[in-house]
């Protein structure tokens, strides 16, 4: 079975350095990156993940913006979005769901969760 | 291990006891965190701070971990002026750090924290409903320079998520400590290099 793929979203370094090395280190996943919304939909329209786990809060465009310009279109609509943010305000979850997310976790992240909820989409 | 003077201490009692309560109560709470993953998070830490090649990107650096591994978003780096001892705000984060009020409540235990020379947890001043088993803190980090101790980041309120300070968050301490400073004090590395005694102010 080929490598599954996730698009790993945020603006900050830190958090793609963190969350890929998670990723790479613990599971045959292969991550591909963006800094914010705008090229979010650009790679997932062309990189073709199986997930995509972003950030909410980024420049030119957030993650609740991208995730539902993701929902709109057709080669996007059904890949599994994880939404990752420092914000844990019941309307910012309730915003978070009514773009199109899945998932919706806190930073700082519980990396045997975060690896434990990946793999329930994506299996071993 | 700890360095400060007998008057210091007294000076600074209170403060010392309500970093120990707050600091077991925290540990205790915090224990919910992964091992096997704590050499990705302080890995993340780390290399973030060596590619800063300068002290914007080493601030960024600082903010983003904070925020990202920490879970806090509000914070103040006070450096200590070299000729009078005393704290002014360098750079400020998510806090309005220019306030009179902001700087006499951190300056007492960013002093005790110079002292310490370690990280100094405290339970927050205003927090008085919050509860035993999970306190609201405030972390004062000295930031160190070829071993002497350049200033204090203060973190203040820890997003509400985060129940606790743990190992993997002590680690990450002790980094931003060893090594945030080397890009934070150009002027101090530019008279190291010149073999200078005397550093500019």
Do not use: L
């Given at each position: 079975m080929a490598s599954r793929k996730i698009l790993l979203v945020d603006d900050s370094k830190t958090a793609l350095l963190m969350e890929r090395s998670m990723v790479e280190r613990h599971s045959s996943y292969q991550c591909v990156t963006a800094s914010n919304g705008l090229e979010a939909i650009e790679k997932a329209q062309s990189?073709?993940?199986?997930i995509v786990v972003m950030d909410v809060?980024?420049?030119?465009?957030?993650g609740f913006e991208a995730c539902k310009k993701m929902r709109e279109q057709e080669k996007t609509r059904a890949i599994p979005i994880i939404l990752v943010t420092t914000r844990g305000e019941e309307n910012y979850i309730e915003a978070g769901f009514q773009s199109g997310c899945n998932d919706y976790i806190t930073k700082p992240i519980n990396g045997q969760e975060f690896l434990k909820l990946l793999q329930s989409y994506l299996g071993e | 291990m700890t360095k400060h003077t007998p008057i210091i201490e007294k000076k600074f009692r209170r403060f010392l006891g309500d970093a120990n309560e707050a600091l077991m109560a925290n540990l205790r709470a915090g224990r919910n965190r992964t091992p096997h993953l704590v050499d990705v998070v302080i890995e993340a830490a780390r290399e973030r701070l060596r590619e800063s090649l300068d002290a914007a990107e080493t601030l960024e650096a600082i903010r983003e971990i904070a925020s990202n591994l920490l879970g806090c978003e509000n914070m103040v780096l006070l450096c200590i002026d070299r000729k009078t001892g005393a704290f002014y705000p360098f750079w400020s984060f998510?806090?309005?750090?220019?306030?009179r009020s902001m700087m006499e409540a951190l300056e007492e235990p960013a002093s005790y924290c110079a002292a310490l020379g370690s990280t100094y947890i405290a339970r927050d001043l205003e927090d008085q409903s919050a509860s035993r088993q999970h306190p609201r803190v405030t972390v004062f980090v000295p930031i160190r320079y070829q071993g002497e101790i350049k200033a204090v980041l203060a973190l203040l309120q820890f997003l509400p998520q985060k129940l606790g300070i743990d190992m993997i968050d002590n680690e990450i301490f002790r980094i931003l400590s060893e090594e945030a400073g080397s890009m934070l004090f150009p002027e101090d590395a530019g008279a190291a290099a010149s073999g200078s005694p005397e550093r500019q102010s």
């Open positions: 990189e073709c993940p199986d809060v980024m420049p030119h465009m957030n | 998510g806090i309005d750090a220019a306030k």
